[in-house]
């Protein structure tokens, strides 16, 4: 692979990942009760609890919501990614992208 080939695949990857910085998921549990929204690059954008899942009694339930709500969204995340990365290469799965 020559310079030029390298740096324009550089190049594609740095535009990749800018677009993925942008690029949102959206996961909702419990039939509505929480909504995490994460970015391309896994970040964390939002929270979303419907206030009626909300019991100072039972804040367990909520937490599991919450934690099944942003796993699910890592994992759709980084399907994303993986997904816009494999236009580089070709399906590959290359370490670090």
Known sequence: MNQKMMRDLQNKMVKIQEE??????????????????????????SVKID???????????LEDLMVAAVNEA??????LAAKRMGVLTGGLKLPGM
């Open 51 to 61: 206030p009626s899942v909300v019991d100072a009694d039972d804040t367990e339930t």
């Open 74 to 79: 890592i994992t759709q995340s980084q399907d």
């Open 20 to 45: 993925l910085a942008e690029e949102t998921v959206e996961v909702t549990v419990g039939g509505g009760a929480v909504t995490a929204v994460m970015t391309g690059q896994q970040q964390l954008r």
